[in-house]
């Protein structure tokens, strides 16, 4: 166990539907990045909170965004979704002198 | 443009025998090299993490090492196991970036029999 939690765990929803990805950061981490990683894919960065503020934004679609909040947990919302957006998406957290770890990842289908 | 470039793409060994994944990058500025091992569906999980000063670490039967002026990162395996099977992801890091990272395409393994 990484002590970063992702739910849920799969998720299979349809084409222009809107799903809410959570995750929970290791205890003591203030830093949360959302990766994306399609079939046979690299990671793909998409956006990075810090204690609650944007950090830093990477390839992220404007159908997506996210947020983190006041107990550091965060949230990506993907909405009108496309066949395309189906990928494992991921979490990982890091602290000042900490490691970074990853969740274990949504798997998100679309049909 | 900060890239990191990783060979072979793929990889098949028989079980027992050793093998070497290369990791090529143009990050700068460096801060530190990371080698991630995942398992399919599954979250990368950290094997090694080298910053500039360091040439070589060793995490079991995992040795990585690092030439930060050839900008070049080598992860060799030593009697690889069926469970070593997994795709290996070289990420390297900018400083003064917000720790952020920079991923290979990884080498994806496969240990037989």
């Known amino acids: 166990d990484s002590g970063v939690t992702q739910t849920p765990k799969h998720l299979i929803t349809a084409t222009g539907q809107r799903v809410t990805l959570r995750c929970s950061p290791r205890?003591?981490?203030?830093?949360v990045y959302w990766y994306q990683q399609s079939l046979d894919q690299g990671l793909q960065f998409l956006i990075q909170y810090y204690n609650g503020e944007e950090r830093a934004k990477g390839n992220i679609l404007e159908r997506f965004s996210a947020q983190q909040f006041p107990d550091l947990h965060s949230e990506l919302n993907l909405s009108s979704l496309e066949l395309g957006d189906s990928a494992l998406y991921f979490c990982?957290?890091?602290?000042?002198?900490?490691?970074?770890?990853f969740g274990s990842g949504t798997r998100l289908t679309v049909v | 443009k900060n890239q990191v470039e990783q060979s072979p793409q793929s990889l098949i060994i028989l079980e027992g025998k050793n093998c070497t994944l290369q990791c090529n990058y143009t990050v700068s500025p460096f801060s530190n090299l990371r080698w991630y091992k995942q398992d399919t569906g599954r979250g990368p999980v950290s094997l090694t993490i080298m910053t500039f000063s360091e040439n070589t670490k060793s995490n079991g039967r995992y040795t990585a090492t690092l030439d930060a002026d050839t900008k070049q990162s080598s992860l060799h395996i030593t009697a690889s196991q069926l469970s070593d099977s997994a795709s290996y992801i070289c990420v390297v890091s900018v400083r003064n970036a917000g720790n952020m990272l920079t991923f290979g395409g990884g080498t994806r393994l496969m240990v037989k029999p």
């Open positions: 205890s003591g981490d203030l830093s």
């Open positions: 990982a957290s890091s602290g000042e002198g900490r490691g970074y770890t």
